[in-house]
T-cell receptor, first 112, second 111 residues
């Protein structure tokens, strides 16, 4: 996971947008993923993007991929208190199929 | 219901006592993996398997063994557990090059 970097904490007010950033290092990455982990729970796949795409939108979630800078972001519109969780960025590398490399996770706290 | 099932969910045991954490998936997935999650370190891959009888080391394989005799099962074996293996463990499965589905986790405490 040391090659995937994320900021550790983010706090936002309810109703604002949240943007969680991630950088990775392997240019052969095929898929990039965002997972959500609520307290005491497992990992829930939120969304993912294939490396030949720039953007993917799914309801309140927008994923942006800048392949040149190896930068991935997750934007959550109209953030709710139920969005409070840890968000993990992960990359799947074409050179090592079956392996996922995770960042350390970003703790998102949403204040009412 | 499609799912990845881990057992046990919680275990407290002592150093040196062999234990096995089972993982089973009902989605006929080829890929299966084991991860451990430690505070501040995110998830690190222990072992993964691309199909029956095909396994390979991840980033932190020391002290662990796995086997993949059947497609649906991928047990994690700790032959001689030590306190530094106290962690939260996740099993995951997926078809090739598709997102991984995770189990609910197994919290292990080694005293």
């Amino acid at each position: 996971g040391e090659d995937v970097e994320q900021s550790l904490f983010l706090s936002v007010r309810e109703g604002d947008s949240s943007v969680i950033n991630c950088t990775y290092t392997d240019s052969s990455s095929t898929y990039l993923y965002w997972y959500k982990q609520e307290p005491g729970a497992g990992l829930q796949l939120l969304t993912y993007i294939f490396s030949n795409m720039d953007m993917k939108q799914d309801q309140r979630l927008t994923v942006l991929l800048n392949k040149k800078d190896k930068h991935l972001s997750l934007r959550i519109a109209d953030t709710q208190t139920g969005d409070s969780a840890i968000y993990f960025c992960a990359e799947g590398r074409g050179s090592t199929l079956g392996r996922l490399y995770f960042g350390r996770g970003t703790q998102l706290t949403v204040w009412p | 219901e499609a799912q990845v099932t881990q057992n046990p969910r919680y275990l407290i045991t002592v150093t040196g006592k062999k234990l096995t954490v089972t993982c089973s998936q009902n989605m006929n997935h080829e890929y299966m993996s084991w991860y451990r999650q430690d505070p501040g370190l995110g998830l690190r891959q222990i072992y993964y398997s691309m199909n029956v009888e095909v396994t390979d080391k991840g980033d932190v394989p020391e002290g662990y063994k796995v086997s993949r005799k059947e497609k649906r099962n991928f047990p994690l074996i700790l032959e001689s557990p030590s306190p530094n293996q106290t962690s939260l463990y996740f099993c995951a499965s997926s078809p090739p090059d598709q997102p991984q589905h995770f189990g609910d986790g197994t919290r292990l405490s080694i005293l």
